[in-house]
């Protein structure tokens, strides 16, 4: 935890030196933490669910959106989820210290790439205080030191969470300072000054929030800002299966990143599934606007330009009739913001054509957006979702934790003995 009496620099450093310690820890000590961990979660729940019932009374009486609050709720369900998810990762391989190649230059002169940490995250999350469990689980796995600023007004219970984490990886010989917790924006401000020390930067936020990180820094910044998922609805569709993925995407849980906010329907098939869809939208309370042609066949407020770029994080879907996949994929690459898009269709070359075209982190056939996420994938939960295409694309789990470094092992060799018209370098693979 951070403590108060050190400035932020001193806090940077104290990770730095605890980075050091954590990317050489063996497998059973991480998984020991872990288990640690879940351990002491489940014997202070009922600490933490009371610190995040004063900050949901407080986000209520300042009038938080619903949306929102929902992401700041973190009850008895929220910790059995966590807590799963903690043993979950626990069986997961060691992400550290794999050969992920070798060369064999000479006899005895041996190349090999071994993944490593990544050394010092800094990492700004939103009102979800189970990011918290999971980036911090996920940084005990990886073996790598963060620094994690939440959002505000889970402020009572990020601390209590980040206390109970922190200890608790200590006593199972974690070194001091491997987790703080941020208290305010300075502290942010001043994180991000501190390229010495810090490695990664991980914003989790709106898109003017990213954008201010990224042109306040010069750490190298991985993350996403909005979650402008799509749907299409293609021409062979199974109706059925097109209702059931269509609502999934939106209704599931519609506060998070991953979940649908537009709905693209071939005009082949629109008049059949609209007002199917929009019966199940009705009874679920979900708002509905679409073009003018979505109009003339349901009854939804018309959508604007604006709608075609939003991220409601509520039950508010914006619907668009389109006359090809051609169309759909022009609008997803247009209005998406290459996280996540989806094509319900019983066409195998059409799916093809369209997982190929379209570029976005994650491209789903046949199946919900919801998928989208680190533990459903199997990376052990995630850290976020990365939309960019350098280092890590998509849900960034341990794999995207960790990076890697080339190591050498000869027996007196030297580069003289390899200058031209001497002797040859192998190359070999096979070793």
């Known amino acids: ?52 019932r004063a900050d949901l009374a407080s986000a209520e009486s300042a009038g938080l959106a619903s949306a929102l609050l929902k992401r700041l709720k973190f009850d008895q369900e929220k910790l059995n989820a966590v ?13 550290v210290g794999c050969q992920l190649d070798a060369t064999r230059l000479d006899n005895d002169l041996i190349l090999r790439r071994v993944s490593c940490p990544i050394g010092v995250l800094g990492i700004v999350f939103e009102s979800r205080p189970d990011a918290l469990v999971q980036i911090s689980t996920l940084a005990i796995k990886s073996g790598n030191a963060v620094l994690l600023k939440g959002g505000s007004e889970a402020a009572l219970t990020n601390a209590a969470l980040a206390k109970v984490i922190d200890n608790a990886a200590c006593q199972a010989g974690f070194p001091a300072g491997w987790l703080a917790l941020l208290q305010s924006r300075d502290d942010v401000k001043a994180m991000l000054a501190m390229d010495e020390y ?54 599931q849980y519609p506060a998070v990143c991953n979940a649908m906010e537009t709905l693209l329907v071939s005009s082949v098939v629109a008049e059949k599934v609209l007002p199917v869809l929009a019966d199940a939208y009705g009874k679920a309370g979900v708002e509905l606007r679409g ?36 169309q759909a994929i022009e609008h997803i690459n247009k209005y998406g913001s290459g996280h996540t898009d989806c094509i319900v269709t019983q066409d195998k070359q059409r799916a093809e054509v369209f997982m190929a075209r379209v570029d976005s982190a994650s491209v789903f056939c046949n199946c919900s957006t919801r998928f989208a ?33 080339w190591l050498m092992t000869g027996n007196g060799h030297a580069v003289a003995d390899f200058e031209p018209d001497k002797k040859p370098y192998l190359h070999d693979k096979h070793i």
């Open 1 to 52: 935890m951070m403590d108060e009496k050190l400035n932020m620099r001193d806090i940077a450093a104290q990770a730095r030196q605890a980075a050091v310690i954590t990317a050489s820890l063996p497998g059973e000590l991480k998984n020991l933490a872990l288990q640690s961990v879940a351990e002491a979660l489940r014997l202070h729940g009922d600490i933490i669910i009371a610190a995040n």
């Open 83 to 95: 807590i799963s998810g903690i043993e979950s990762l626990r069986k997961l391989p060691d992400p």
């Open 198 to 251: 810090i490695d990664l930067v991980i914003p989790r936020g709106s898109n003017d929030f990213v954008r201010y990180i990224m042109d306040n820094t010069r750490i190298p910044v991985m993350g996403h800002a909005d979650g402008i998922c799509h749907v299409f609805i293609d021409d062979s569709a199974d109706l059925e299966m097109a209702v059931k993925v269509a609502f999934d995407s939106k209704c």
């Open 291 to 326: 073009d003018e042609r979505v109009c003339k066949i349901i009854k939804c407020n018309m959508a604007t330009e604006q709608d075609w770029a939003t991220e409601y994080n509520d039950l508010i879907l914006s619907i668009a009739v389109v006359d090809s996949l051609e």
């Open 373 to 405: 996420d680190g533990f459903r994938y199997g990376l052990g939960a995630e850290v976020g979702i990365s939309t960019g295409k350098i280092h890590a694309r998509g849900p960034v789990g341990l794999e995207g934790l960790t990076i890697y470094k």
